[in-house]
């Protein structure tokens, strides 16, 4: 379960267009923050599949699920965002093929504009198909949406198996765990009215509405989507977009913001906590990036680490390697940065809303004075303010983990304390 947000540039008094997502998975799935080189390659070995390659790729900042080839969200040297949500449709779902998450990285090495995505994504989706195990431990199979933009334009992309319809979007657009795009489309695959009816579904006879005729109402209800994209939308929109405002919209709890709506209730929110409830297994943030995107290049900021809400975005860029955050796996890793964190993590969960209490003013001034900073000096002091932040909550919140998360630590090898 994910959250993506844009807010194009004419909602924005920067004139820049503003990206935002959360990478929701299962607990314990670290997620790696990679930066890309271009580079030439005779075949593309995606998660499941080959595919033929398409000549020389773009560099690109990726946060991909250690164990999976594609990523969940990225910027490219292009200044070219994406992020995919898991939708929850009627057609078939295909033990092999592309993973959103592929076609999340095919679209940012392809595609030097946000139309241009919206055609690899489209053309690869047809070719191939979406198929596939998504899921660390689980057999979760989906299929997806996507938010793709550029400094000038986003869009809207939808898919049922090998269908998909497209819409430009303007102004604040979320898109969450379903289908939205009803006859409003844009675009669409080849003969969308004959593949809905290869997958036994009926399209009617006037244009056809994507998401009445291929979408999952029960799943779709039960991932809460419509909820967690109207949270998104509507404080986006209660005051001016910018970075910071991108940054605390993935941090939210529910309209008005609850932390105590987490982890302890059926409800998803947009910043997203796991627990043994059903609904509630694949929704932990794994990580998180928010992107300004100008005719000058790209701004980006990520966590490399879970739980946007106790965690800090900090500035990566283009230019040179990535500062020293490792490559964290499915152990526990103290020499990588998402694991280390996740001490920090697990001492705010007994009562999250007694860590925010002592950890918010701190947080949100650092983002206010790093903004502008080079990603290395940004990222050695958050090492810093979050080990500290460690070794305070270790004496300030009470209270045991649940069982539920205990499991999880003894799998990982993960210790606190």
């Given amino acids: 379960m ?23 998975r299962e607990p314990g799935e670290a997620q790696a923050v990679e930066l890309l080189p271009a580079r030439t390659e005779p075949l593309t070995r995606c998660t499941f599949i080959d595919i033929p390659a398409a000549g020389r790729t773009r560099a690109c900042l990726l946060c991909r699920p250690y164990w999976m080839w594609g990523a969940e969200m990225g910027v490219n040297d292009a200044g070219v965002a994406i992020g995919n949500e898991a939708v929850f449709t009627r057609a078939p779902h295909a033990d092999s093929g592309l ?35 998504a899921g660390q431990r689980a057999s979760f199979r989906y299929h997806s ?33 379903g289908l939205t795009l009803g006859t ?5 695959c080849d003969g969308l009215g004959a593949r809905a009816r290869d997958y036994g579904l009926k399209p009617g006879k006037n244009r056809l509405d994507f998401a009445r005729t291929f979408g999952d109402p029960l799943i779709t209800l039960a991932a809460a989507a419509a909820k967690r994209r109207g949270c998104s939308e509507q404080f ?9 405002r991108c940054m605390a919209t993935l941090r939210q709890h529910g309209r008005p913001d609850r932390p105590e709506h987490a982890h302890h209730e059926l409800r998803q929110t947009v910043c997203a906590h796991a627990s043994a409830l059903p609904t509630r297994a ?26 946007a809400c106790v965690s800090l975005f900090k500035p990566v860029g283009f230019d040179g390697a990535l500062p020293p955050i490792g490559a964290p796996t499915g152990r526990y890793d103290p020499a990588t940065l998402w694991w280390r964190h996740e001490r920090l993590h697990r001492l705010a969960l007994p009562d999250l809303g007694a860590a925010l209490s002592h950890i918010v003013p701190e947080r949100d001034a650092f983002e206010r004075a790093h903004l502008g900073a080079e990603p290395a000096v940004a990222f050695a002091a958050a090492n810093a303010l979050e080990a500290r932040w460690e070794a ?15 499991n999880l630590d003894r799998e990982s090898g993960l210790q606190v304390g």
Avoid at 184 to 188: F, Q
Avoid at 236 to 244: D, E, K, N, Q, Y
Wanted: net charge neutral; charged share 20%; proline share 3%.
């Fill in 99 to 133: 993973t959103g998450m592929d076609l999340v990285r095919l679209g940012l090495e392809r595609a030097n504009s946000a139309a241009a995505a919206v055609r690899v994504i489209g053309e690869l989706i047809e070719a191939h198909g979406q198929g596939g195990a």
């Fill in 145 to 177: 949406s996507f938010l793709i933009a550029d400094a000038a334009e986003a869009w809207v992309l939808e898919s049922a198996a090998r269908a998909w319809v497209a819409k430009r979007v303007r102004g604040v657009r979320a898109i969450s765990n």
């Fill in 282 to 307: 694949h929704g932990q943030t794994v990580g998180s990036l928010v992107a300004e995107l100008g005719p000058d290049g790209p701004r980006v900021f990520v966590t490399a680490t879970s739980a």
């Fill in 184 to 188: 409003d489309w844009d675009l669409a």
């Fill in 236 to 244: 986006l929109g209660a005051a001016p977009a910018s970075l910071l």
């Fill in 392 to 406: 305070e909550l270790g004496r300030r919140v009470a209270g045991g983990l649940p069982r539920y998360w205990r």
């Fill in 2 to 24: 994910c959250d993506t947000f844009v807010v194009t540039p004419e909602a924005c008094e920067s004139r820049r267009l503003l990206f935002g997502k959360n990478s929701d």
